[in-house]
């Protein structure tokens, strides 16, 4: 009767941590596929007339919602790639939406809309087309414009700069990049007036290094008769490059060739910021990744984590005993890469069997 009792309470034991294995699974991973590009205050109009079709107008929304936030992940050379992506396409990839207002005035409907697309799906249109996107990430950069008048032999800095006063008026929704303006400094003009003759080899530590800012874009036009000549100097996360352009003739004094001017301009500079923060879909590593099960705290933060890395392509549990969970991680880089960006949430990893063991570090 002992052994009978004995087996039965092994029995339940075993039912129990299976019970508990189970939520893990139904109630943790709940959220794996519902990785999202959220995009928000979608804004359409249209007249209210007969033929007047809501369905329509909230398709139009969606292709709007998905131009968006093409601009904000993929490199302007690589957008027209995806010229031809139908309605339907861009419906297959949408997680949710919801309208978040719509109204009438004067016989105009107006329409609001928030659109979440699922990442998976816009990974594997994007990798179809060849296309290697950028996570979303935004940046506060330094920005210090120089226009030098080569025939007045004369520097504008500052509020005398109409670039400087316009730079930041006409910003777009999908740029990434957040230009934070040098304040009026008579030091700083002074020192730039000092170098005016060696301003492409001049680093301008002695005004970059008084700001908080670890990035920045110093950009020197010179201006004479025939052309405009911008050198940029950009440093991003301790990589310095130098880009160097030729425009014709600009009348800085139009408003409208001026905007584009500044247009071009951050358009290069959003492409650079893209550039160096890429996933390249097309590698897929298989990661095999135990962890233990017993505390579902840390377990809800593990699969927080894994969930919000854009470099995470898909993860899901496999197996699992009373002790561990056993996941499947897709990983779109080298190991190498992993274990930095698990080292950043400070996550380390011990390798047995082809089996990489999780610790969390205290």
């Known amino acids: 009767m002992k052994f009978i009792f004995k087996i039965i309470k092994q029995l339940n034991l075993y039912n129990f941590f299976l019970f508990l294995a189970l939520l893990n699974i139904f109630f943790s991973t709940e959220n794996v596929y519902s990785k999202t590009f959220s995009v928000s205050d979608i804004e359409i109009s249209t007249p209210f007339e007969i033929n007047f079709n809501k369905n329509e107008i909230i398709d139009e929304g969606f292709l709007k919602a998905f131009d968006e936030l093409i601009l904000s992940i993929v490199q302007s050379k690589d957008k027209i790639k995806l010229k031809n992506t139908s309605i339907n396409q861009i419906k ?31 990974f594997d249109l ?47 929704k999908f740029n990434l990049l957040n230009y934070i303006l040098p304040t009026q400094d008579l030091e700083d003009f002074n020192l730039i007036k000092k170098n005016i003759k060696n301003l492409e080899s001049y680093d301008f530590r002695e005004i970059t290094d008084k700001y908080s800012i670890d990035d920045h874009i110093i950009m020197i036009v010179f201006k004479n008769n025939e052309t405009i000549k911008v050198l940029n100097k ?79 392509y898909n993860f899901f549990i496999y197996k699992f005993d009373n002790k561990n969970n056993f996941y499947k991680i897709i990983f779109n880089g080298t190991p190498d890469k992993f274990l930095e960006v698990m080292s950043y949430h400070n996550y380390d990893f011990e390798i047995k069997n082809k089996i990489w063991i999780l610790n969390e570090r205290s």
């Open 92 to 122: 297959g990839m949408i997680e949710t939406f919801s309208i978040k207002e719509e109204k009438f005035i004067d016989d105009i409907y107006y329409l609001t809309l928030n659109v979440s697309f699922n990442k998976k799906n816009l």
């Open 234 to 312: 950009i440093s991003f996360d301790n990589k310095s490059i130098l880009k160097n352009f030729i425009f014709d003739d600009i009348n800085f004094n139009d408003e409208r060739e001026l905007n584009k001017f500044i247009d071009n301009l951050k358009l290069v500079y959003e492409d650079y910021w893209k550039s160096q923060n890429q996933i390249n879909t097309s590698v897929k590593l298989s990661l095999n990744i135990s962890t233990n099960n017993t505390n579902n705290i840390k377990i809800d933060k593990f699969e927080k984590i894994l969930s919000n890395l854009d470099l995470i």
């Open 126 to 172: 994007l990798e179809s087309k060849n296309i290697f996107p950028s996570p979303p990430v935004n940046k506060n950069i330094l920005f210090i414009p120089v226009f030098f008048d080569q025939e007045e032999n004369q520097v504008l800095m500052f509020s005398e700069s109409k670039l400087f006063n316009s730079w930041n008026l006409n910003n777009k």
